[in-house]
């Protein structure tokens, strides 16, 4: 958190130190300007604190807020408010944006499935998963996967590198004893390849930019296959959820909150006697 003050910062805050203001007794207050789900106020926390302000919190990430309710206010040095003002306020209405999102978006699927989970992919901007995922789950979604590391998910690109699907098959079969506690995903596009991994023993297909028809299809594959999760995936957004949660899928898989609206934040900064 530290890093974005300094980035911001750097050697000198010109306007506060040319206007000799820094030493004085100080407020700041942040505040919701709209209906949000809320999300950073703890990181807002520790940076007041780290810059020497004592601060309040009045509200708690994923708290549902409605217009003009107070988040945060922080006591101390007019120089060390004005350095917490714009990165403190970045921070709440970016990830505030995408928690409200979330939970939209989660809102809407589980009127018409109500047991619908919504992941999010690690098709993010670098560096900035931690916060992210913080907003995600403020929301009520979840991840999909955090890395290369934690999860098995087997692409066409992977496949491609088998010379029939003898070889691919027999591979298949020794990672799945390799990873015993792992369940393991394919990417496929089309109810042949859905079929096809099922029969594999795959425990979750993640259907890709497949039709709703074609979808459900894939779903209906549940009966043959009782074991079998079905996720969708691509393009999805607060647009068309409903409809793939119709289908029957167990969730969706998603980068749409990322790029969420930020939410707008009301910061003052006044005088303390």
């Given at each position: 958190?530290?890093?974005?003050?300094?980035?911001?910062?750097?050697?000198?805050?010109?306007?506060?130190?040319?206007?000799?203001?820094?030493?004085?007794?100080?407020?700041?207050?942040?505040?919701?300007?709209?209906?949000?789900?809320?999300?950073?106020?703890?990181?807002?926390?520790?940076?007041?604190?780290?810059?020497?302000?004592?601060?309040?919190?009045?509200?708690?990430?994923?708290?549902?807020?409605?217009?003009?309710?107070?988040?945060l206010e922080a006591y101390g040095r007019a120089?060390?408010?004005?350095?917490?003002?714009?990165?403190?306020?970045?921070?709440?209405?970016?990830?505030?944006?995408?928690?409200?999102?979330?939970?939209?978006?989660?809102?809407?699927?589980?009127?018409?499935?109500?047991?619908?989970?919504?992941?999010?992919?690690?098709?993010?901007?670098?560096?900035?998963?931690?916060?992210?995922?913080?907003?995600?789950?403020?929301?009520?979604?979840?991840?999909?996967r955090l890395g290369l590391y934690d999860s098995?998910?087997?692409?066409?690109?992977?496949?491609?590198?088998?010379?029939?699907?003898?070889?691919?098959?027999?591979?298949?079969?020794?990672?799945?004893?390799?990873?015993?506690?792992?369940?393991?995903?394919?990417?496929?596009?089309?109810?042949?390849?859905?079929?096809?991994?099922a029969t594999l023993g795959t425990e979750i297909?993640?259907?890709?930019?497949?039709?709703?028809?074609?979808?459900?299809?894939?779903?209906?594959?549940?009966?043959?296959?009782?074991?079998?999760?079905?996720?969708?995936?691509?393009?999805?957004?607060?647009?068309?959820?409903?409809?793939?949660?119709?289908?029957?899928?167990?969730?969706?898989?998603?980068?749409?909150?990322?790029?969420?609206?930020?939410?707008?934040?009301?910061?003052?900064?006044?005088?303390?006697?």
């Amino acid at each position: 958190m530290m890093d974005m003050i300094r980035e911001d910062v750097g050697l000198i805050d010109m306007t506060t130190v040319g206007l000799d203001i820094g030493s004085r007794k100080a407020k700041i207050s942040f505040a919701s300007k709209e209906p949000i789900v809320l999300c950073g106020v703890e990181f807002v926390a520790e940076m007041c604190q780290k810059l020497g302000l004592e601060t309040h919190a009045y509200k708690a990430c994923g708290d549902t807020l409605g217009a003009g309710e107070l988040i945060l206010e922080a006591y101390g040095r007019a120089d060390a408010t004005h350095q917490a003002w714009k990165v403190s306020q970045n921070i709440l209405e970016f990830l505030s944006g995408i928690a409200t999102k979330t939970h939209t978006m989660v809102t809407l699927a589980r009127e018409v499935n109500p047991k619908i989970e919504l992941l999010t992919t690690r098709k993010i901007f670098p560096r900035t998963k931690e916060l992210a995922l913080k907003a995600v789950y403020a929301g009520g979604g979840a991840h999909h996967r955090l890395g290369l590391y934690d999860s098995v998910l087997v692409f066409k690109q992977h496949r491609v590198f088998f010379e029939s699907d003898a070889a691919f098959e027999a591979q298949f079969a020794k990672m799945k004893q390799k990873y015993l506690e792992k369940k393991i995903v394919v990417e496929v596009d089309s109810y042949e390849e859905a079929r096809y991994f099922a029969t594999l023993g795959t425990e979750i297909l993640q259907c890709e930019k497949m039709s709703f028809e074609t979808l459900e299809r894939c779903v209906a594959l549940k009966k043959e296959f009782p074991h079998l999760l079905l996720s969708a995936t691509g393009g999805i957004g607060e647009h068309n959820i409903v409809a793939y949660a119709q289908t029957g899928v167990d969730f969706i898989v998603t980068s749409s909150p990322y790029h969420a609206k930020p939410a707008d934040i009301k910061v003052v900064i006044s005088k303390e006697d």
